[in-house]
């Protein structure tokens, strides 16, 4: 069994920070590519930000220079490091892991739960 778990949102005055942690735990091999989405209320889910195992990173436009994602391949856990947070930030934040499970099979976009982050003005 794996498990995605998502954790750190909040709620936070606009301009503030956040940090965001996901961890990967269960019968694993690997974890490659992990990214960060976000939905907002009536939106569709949109990708925020990935990173890869060797630690190459891209970023949505209206993130960069904001949001940092960065992670431990020890400890199989990402994080979002949010700053300069406004209200259209608020969202439910999704983790999602590309894994090689311990029989080698992939199960690539592999989904947490969300975590709700609110930014108030």
């Known amino acids: 069994q794996v498990q995605v778990a998502e954790s750190g949102g909040g709620l936070v005055q606009a301009g503030g920070s956040l940090r965001l942690s996901c961890v990967v735990s269960?019968?694993?091999?690997?974890?490659?590519?992990m990214g960060w989405y976000r939905q907002a209320p009536g939106k569709q889910r949109e990708w925020v930000a990935t990173?890869?195992?060797?630690?190459?990173?891209n970023y949505v436009n209206s993130v960069k220079g904001r949001f940092t994602v960065s992670r431990d391949n020890a400890k199989n856990t990402m994080y979002l490091q949010m700053n300069s947070l406004t209200p259209e930030d608020t969202a439910v934040y999704y983790c999602?892991?590309?894994?090689?499970?311990?029989?080698?099979?992939?199960?690539?976009?592999?989904w947490g739960q969300g975590t709700q982050v609110t930014v108030s003005s």
């Open positions: 999602s892991a590309d894994l090689i499970m311990s029989d080698l099979v992939r199960r690539p976009r592999t």
């Open positions: 269960g019968r694993i091999f690997s974890v490659n590519d």
């Open positions: 990173i890869t195992r060797g630690g190459d990173t």
